[in-house]
């Protein structure tokens, strides 16, 4: 057959969003690829410029609808490091279990999606269940099921809910157990194994270069986490230990993830054991100096999320920069995919973990 | 609780900050150092050559974020890198001042492919020129767009 | 000839309505002739021959319809969820979903080769209902019983990837070529181990009847015991004849949208999907014909209530398939097909040879 180039997306069930991967396929064999974003742009960091500091905190919810937890928080501490705040210990406990929490839960939500690339509908349903327990337990905490609008320059909005250590406990301790059904389902069904072994290989080397961040760096074999090499909130003060998987192909990334999410479970555990009560929240100033610049880089549950703010004598920022880590990753998208089949492409993209909100902003 | 951040064979960034002083003496302004934090005033004209020193003798391997930031009272343009050493754990922040009306910098793509998109992107917004870019064409907005919509002088709001 | 109860049952209802219409011309009109030919054993025949089709037309369409319910229930049980809620233990939720795809509008794309696209499915449901007539599901309840049909029902099996590969090229869309091209290359991977395994039946029987085959169950062993091998590769190779999960490559959604039905709308597309359960009806008749003994249970009910409900219970083997497993590609497929199903079937036809020369069976 002819070589010829095949759109897949912006409406194409492989793309979890609105995305459009362009592949040259000589039969099914790719020859080359381009992916093309832009669909869901909002112009995200020239909005923020018109509005108040508080103002933003729930759009950077919206910066990702998996993970909106950990966006609100990066700009939190984006913010905090411009204005010099120290927030209280007990806000930066809680910080932390529900930054974890969130990345449980976002991590299901990719393994929800895989399931459905990869053609088991069961696989869907299992993690999108227990996504629905951790997603009460963000409700109990506040209020909100998706977008949470829960943390605040200088600490969080209001100290946990009554029973919120049994909650969680119980919650994690029934996770637990269905991780194992996971693994079950997918680890040692040999299809899985199949589809996902061996494809999308992507060397240290190249992920290091391309800029890719996260689990998909973690699953390239580099032992480089933010949590734990520049650490923020409270992950200096819990043992846990950076998931790393060597064989650099999708099953390596899957196997980071799944790990991952083993290892939320362990530091909310200790978080919750060493929360002291005391104060969640000190007063932020309301405005911050002219031309002075703060940044903060978290892991967020997909890579490094970055945000540059610099201030603008008044209560606005002048500017605010946004790196999201699957906008980098994506792009690196062509390295992984040349010389598989289109019949990989949502292996290989599955295991990435596409959001588009941050990514287009 | 002794210190994770600190990698055990690793340089910090004050080390890091004299390496460079040292041997780009009038180029780069070293601005702040700490043990995990390198901030630099860049000249532009020493941009490339100051990564690629970075990127083959310090090990800085990742590029965190190309922004672009434009100073429409200053009458200039910024660019701003961050770029992370995953070896020494430590992230240098560098500033590059561009006139607005020629803003033009050299492309760092060629040295990290992770910087390609943003590169793209700041020339998508902000109208900055990065010569050698493999492909400087528009990411976010659509094709064929006339504007560069993050600069001041854009009103929010008007149609294009 | 058709030689059953069914037939004899039909016969007398036809002869009764004849000798009524007959009197009609006869007495009040006074066309003695006309009458007279009317209940002529001619006329009889052909009208009985046609409503015994239509009766086994009806039964085999609704078996299909329950094997959708079936299939809808036990899988939202594997899932974790309750699968169909309409009607009586959701059994109307299938009549509403046809009635919503019935009053749908027909879409025909513009660029599309017109006759092609309409005749594709015309063909498909056409061959999928060829084969309900050709599936006895009593000794008393049939409507063709031919000399070959278990050769027959394999003919017109192995045709629908012509009219997949038709209904793909003529919808001129890059995905549904791909969509048929996996159908004409899945073909290869699963056909001649099918044809082999049904091979050791055909040399332990010695006929090609699904009469004689039944009879031979009844008088000594269900094939399934000394044949095991032989119906573990027709199982799988079933499975993919009838593309469902985990072989369902040319209308694998998550890469190539919906395969070679992408173009398909409406009642267009309802009719396919219908007619695939159809192919499951007849995929799951012979097997319970060839391996489980078909209609031979004990006597306290109706032989052909013992043929349903094996095939509710093989059916419900698919379905159980379907939800643990995730869906391979053609690479894997062929690779299956050649190297494991194919000895597996040559040693099953060897078992067969030698149970035969031995004299055992």
Known sequence: MAEMWLNMGPQHPMTHGLWNLRVKVDGETMTEAEPVIGYLHRGWEKITENRKFTQIIPMADRLCYGASMSWSHLYCLTMENLMEVEVPERAKWIRTIVLEAQRIGSHLMWLAALGTDLGSYTVFLYPVRERELFLDLMQNLCGARMTYNYPRIGGVRNDVPANFERDFTRVLNHFEKRLTDYEALCDQSTIFRMRMEDVGYLSAEKAKNLGVTGPNLRGSGVDYDVRRDDPYEMYDQVDWKVCVEKTCDAYARYRVKMDEMRESCNIIRQCIKRMKPGAIRVKPPRTAPKGKTGWAHVEDPRGEGFMYVIGNGDDRPYRLKVRSPIFVTVSAAPEMLVGYKIADVPAIMGSVDMCLGETDR | ?160 | MIQNGLYDFIYGIALWLMQVVAWFFNNVLSWYGFGSWLVSPGVLEFLTTLLVALVVFIVGFLVSITFIWEERKILGRLMDRRGTQVGFLGLFQNFADGLKTFIKEHIIPDEVDKQLFNLAPVLLIAMSCLMICLIPIGPDFYMANLSAGLLLVFAIFSLAPFAILMAGWSSNNKYTVMGGMRAAAQLIAYEVPILLSVAGVVVLVGSLNFMDIVAFQQENIWLVVPLFLGALVFFIGVIAEVERIPFDLPEAEAELVEGWMTEYGGFRWGLIMLSEYVRGFAACGVLVLIFLGGWAGPDFIWPEVWFLIKMFLVFALFIWVRGALMRVTTKQILGLGWTKLMPLALINLGIAIALRMGGWL
């Open chain 2, 1 to 160: 609780m002794e210190r994770i951040g600190l990698a055990p064979g690793g340089k910090t960034g004050e080390v890091l900050a004299q390496d460079i002083a040292q041997k780009f003496p009038q180029l780069v302004t070293i601005t702040k150092a700490t043990h995990n934090r390198l901030y630099a005033k860049v000249d532009k004209a020493a941009l490339v050559p100051l990564c690629s020193y970075m990127k083959d003798n310090l090990d800085f391997e990742h590029v965190t974020c190309v922004g672009g930031v434009d100073w429409l009272e200053e009458k200039k343009m910024q660019v701003v890198y961050h770029i992370t050493s995953y070896a020494n754990k430590v992230t240098a922040e560098l500033v590059v001042d561009l006139p607005r009306d020629q803003p033009e910098v050299d492309s760092i793509t060629p040295l990290w492919g992770g910087a390609n998109w943003h590169e793209r992107e700041t020339w998508d917004m902000f109208g900055i020129v990065f010569v050698g870019h493999p492909k400087l064409e528009r990411l976010l907005n659509p094709a064929g767009t006339e504007v560069f919509p993050f600069r001041k002088d854009f009103v929010s709001g008007r149609r294009v």
